[in-house]
């Protein structure tokens, strides 16, 4: 259960929600989970504190055993993966070894895109499932299907990997979130318990230097966000000199790429580790650092991590997921491209796959004529109406392109539509900005071989300093 989690059951008045919220802050810990999460949630975090010390063999079986466990399930109840591995002849009960599943085909975003449903359990309606819905950062939106299970067992490996640099569920923390809504209404920034989340949705200079002040008092011991929030953060800390951070453990990115300039960039102004973290909302890979290095070590345990051949150079990660079984990715092209993987890391001994640096995309945001910077996560482009992928380009301030896959049914109704929703996205800073829309046949990807969704190509830091 998280921050975004309580605020969509507490739908009640903005100081109903914060006491709320302040209660439910104020558990301990070991009676929050047993209200809020099932058996799998203390089922796996045993297991998961256990597993550090496998060896490979270990591993090597357990793998073995999940993988033969899954895949003989999508067999029985998901007729999409029967007539793929039917043609494949491909008998999941007689796994041998995990090079077995050679013969199988990759699972495309395309392939899930147009009928999410098929690839989920024939016996669950769907209806009994949380549903959903991400653009991404690829600009081509999915809808998903989660059970009850893999979100707590999703928790069991957060805390788990955050236990590596201290952090539980009760440290305290300054959290940057895409918008926060209190109640009805949009709010900067709310606190409670050991919380202070601060709204990333419109940053100017002065907005920044006003939470670079709350952050100093509030004391927090770690920061979370996506590298490119932290990265305008820190960049106004640096730039305008403001007095330096002290007593932070970590700075924690997850979500996107982080890049090694920005990494060096955040430990300069927080003036502590970075950890970064992994995961894909098709529950089919996590990831974080470890206690001594800077890889990312994909959790064995949560879903089983391939590589396949791209652009030259380059490997794309293909991911079978252990913990969704009602929607399950099975040799999943992730669309996340890395240079160098490692079977092990040498600085902590676990045997978890560990790569080097992600190839991901750089600025998250698009910038208007008066220089203020829009945050462009929130707008899922699952929002928008027989889509089938978006890609905004910038190169100037206030003036963008949105460059538009439209689906068969496609029509001048839904052109209209998409216009108003980025009028509500901008909200007040909708004058300040001009998106024209094309219709193109495709998006190319970029030349690491990722689809991304905003290419921009004005240096938002170069000009926003
Ligand atoms: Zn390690």
Redesign the pocket.
């Known amino acids: 259960m998280s921050f975004q989690d309580i605020r969509k059951f507490a739908k009640l008045s903005a100081a109903a929600e914060r006491a709320a919220l302040d209660i439910y802050e104020r558990l301990p810990l070991s009676l929050r989970y047993h209200l809020f999460f099932s058996a799998d949630f203390f089922r796996w975090s045993a297991l998961l504190k256990e597993s550090d010390d496998w060896d490979r063999d270990r591993l090597n079986d357990y793998l073995i055993e999940q993988t033969k466990d899954l895949l003989t399930h999508a067999m029985k109840h998901i007729p999409y993966y029967r007539d793929r591995f039917s043609d494949a002849g491909f008998k999941p009960e007689k796994i041998q070894s995990l090079e077995d599943l050679k013969v199988l085909p990759y699972l495309s975003k395309e392939d899930v895109r147009d009928d999410p449903a098929k690839i989920v359990d024939e016996r669950i309606p769907l209806r009994s499932l949380k549903k959903k819905q991400t653009g991404g950062s690829s600009g081509i939106p999915l809808i998903l299907y989660l059970n009850k299970e893999s979100q707590d067992i999703f928790h069991a490996f957060r805390n788990s990997i955050l236990g590596r640099i201290g952090h539980t569920p009760k440290s305290r923390e300054v959290m940057l979130w895409h918008y926060i809504k209190l109640g009805n209404k949009n709010v900067n920034f709310t606190k409670y318990g050991n919380r202070l989340v601060l709204s990333m949705q419109y940053l100017t200079k002065e907005r920044l230097t006003k939470y670079v002040d709350m952050v100093q008092e509030f004391q927090p011991e770690y920061i979370l966000g996506y590298p490119s929030w932290l990265t305008v953060f820190s960049s106004h800390v640096k730039q305008y000199k403001l007095s330096p951070f002290r007593h932070i453990k970590a700075v924690i990115t997850y979500s996107e790429t982080l890049l090694s300039t920005q990494r060096e960039l955040l430990e300069e102004s927080f003036n502590c580790r970075v950890f970064s973290m992994f995961g894909m909302n098709e529950r089919a890979a996590i990831g974080g650092?470890?206690?001594?290095?800077a890889?990312i070590?994909f959790h064995p345990l949560f879903g089983l991590i391939e590589f396949a051949d791209t652009v030259e150079g380059y490997k794309e990660i293909v991911a079978t997921g252990f913990t969704n079984y009602a929607m399950p990715f099975i040799k999943y092209r992730s669309g996340d491209i890395v240079r160098e993987h490692k079977k092990s890391?040498r600085?902590?001994?676990?045997q978890?796959k560990?790569v080097g640096t992600l190839e991901g995309r750089i600025q998250e945001f698009l910038i208007d004529k008066d220089y203020t910077l829009i945050n462009i996560r929130p707008l899922w482009i699952a929002d928008f109406p027989n889509v089938l992928q978006c890609q905004f380009f910038q190169d100037q301030p206030g003036k963008v392109l949105m460059k538009i896959v439209p689906s068969k049914i496609f029509s001048k109704n839904d052109e209209v539509l998409i216009k108003k929703h980025l009028g509500e996205i901008m909200g007040p800073r909708n004058d300040a900005m001009d998106i024209e829309l094309i219709i193109v046949d495709h998006i190319r990807r970029s030349s690491a071989g990722k689809i991304i969704m905003i290419e921009q190509k004005m240096d938002l830091r170069g000009l926003f300093y």
């Open positions: 650092e470890c206690e001594k290095s890889g070590h890391c600085h902590c001994g676990r978890h560990v």
